[in-house]
């Protein structure tokens, strides 16, 4: 993880923001045609994925950036990962109304894809849409048409800018249905949990980019606050796996599962109820978050330190307690724990690991101490297990 200074949120490329501040001058200045001049520029930032539709590049931080969706399909993986497994048909069924709240919405097809998976049901449905870039939404007009619900998000995106006064000319010739009721929320999302008013939500869509590099919207903080406004049947999906993430999860007091995977990619489900958490995580996974520095997770107690603080901190707070009070997650040791070290045929790796346990004080990968922490009923939700792991291993090293 790099530990740049920059405590800004991530977003798309300079040039990317330029141009759109370039289109924002001209039809403010009253150049109608301002969009058409620009569309073949813009277009050159957009980056075509396998199922025809768009994604976007960030902007570089470090020494890589990264795609805001999957390049094997953009509004395919908004559909796998977030629309299907929210659950919502289900919600649906028993209210008149499907409140949704999308963090980090991009160029809005997190929230295309959920109203196409609703629209065979008679149902009102209304989104909060939370996207922290202006030049972010505003690229979203460039993106060329892919149904007829991304032209609802357009409608919306373009509505705002021209009554935030970043263009004048309605050019989106789309009327969003009376049952859907789409808001744009310009600003930091946890400048808007902090701030918001109440109301309940039946999913959450979290989908910024990655833990390394948008950690404040992944901590223990970030999901305690989140908590407050989800109903008893709701469900946060995120697309990352990560160990921190899940970690923070489970700190805030939510239950956790895997969530569907895309190509090799999976994500994380999150609920207070164990009942809507279908598929549990591994025990391997379980091992990793529970047992090692790598499940430390990221903390932010006011919602308001900046990206270097926040990995630093969980940084300095990994260091102090690998290979004192935590197993080191080097060559991904937690795995490893209670297997016989003869199934390991790779003998530098099990050198290594043999290794690091015995800095520890044990003798070996199944020392019959490393076998009593991972004594444990593994029927049980992947919370308590996780929890119960915790607390033997800190048991045993007191």
Do not use: W
Request: aromatic fraction near 8%; proline fraction near 4%; glycine fraction near 4%.
């Amino acid at each position: 993880m790099d530990n740049d200074t920059i405590d800004t949120r991530l977003e798309i490329s300079e040039s990317n923001k330029q141009l759109i501040q370039e289109v924002f001058e001209l039809e403010l200045a009253g150049h109608k045609d301002a969009r058409d001049l620009y569309t073949e520029e813009l277009a050159g930032f957009l980056i075509k994925t396998d199922d025809g539709s768009y994604t976007l590049s960030s902007a570089i931080r470090g020494s890589e950036s990264e795609t805001l969706h999957s390049t094997f399909g953009a509004r395919t993986e908004a559909f796998n990962k977030f629309a299907i497994p929210s659950k919502l048909k289900e919600t649906a069924q028993t209210t008149s109304i499907i409140r949704v709240l999308d963090l980090c919405s991009g160029i809005g097809y997190n929230c295309s894809a959920i109203l196409d998976y609703l629209n065979d049901i008679d149902i009102k449905i209304e989104i909060d849409m939370v996207e922290s870039s202006i030049e972010t939404l505003a690229t979203t007009l460039f993106v060329p048409d892919i149904c007829k619900s991304h032209e609802y998000v357009k409608k919306t995106i373009e509505t705002y800018l021209i009554e935030h006064e970043y263009l004048q000319y309605n050019k989106v010739i789309s009327d969003i249905p009376s049952n859907i009721t789409l808001n744009l929320h310009v600003c930091d999302a946890r400048e808007f949990i902090k701030n918001h008013a109440n109301k309940e939500y039946d999913a959450v869509f979290l989908d910024p980019f990655s833990p390394s590099k948008s950690p404040e919207l992944f901590t223990v903080d970030f999901f305690n606050k989140l908590k407050e406004f989800i109903t008893p049947h709701a469900l946060i999906l995120t697309y990352t796996a990560a160990s921190p993430v899940r970690s923070a999860m489970v700190n805030a007091g939510l239950e956790v599962g895997e969530g569907p995977r895309f190509h090799r990619s999976g994500g994380t489900v999150a609920s207070r109820s164990t009942q809507l958490i279908d598929k549990p995580l591994s025990f391997s996974d379980e091992k990793l978050i529970a047992l090692s520095d790598v499940g430390v997770p990221f903390m932010d107690h006011d919602l308001e330190d900046d990206f270097t603080t926040i990995v630093e901190r969980r940084q300095s707070l990994r260091d102090k307690v690998r290979g004192v009070v935590k197993f080191p997650s080097s060559s991904k040791l937690p795995r490893y724990l209670g297997l016989d070290p003869e199934e390991i045929e790779d003998v530098n790796l099990r050198e290594k690991l043999t290794g690091y346990v015995q800095q520890m004080g044990f003798e070996s990968l199944v020392d019959p101490r490393i076998m009593e922490v991972l004594d444990i009923d593994q029927t049980k939700p992947s919370r308590d297990q996780i929890i119960q792991l915790e607390g033997n291993l800190r048991k045993l090293l007191e």
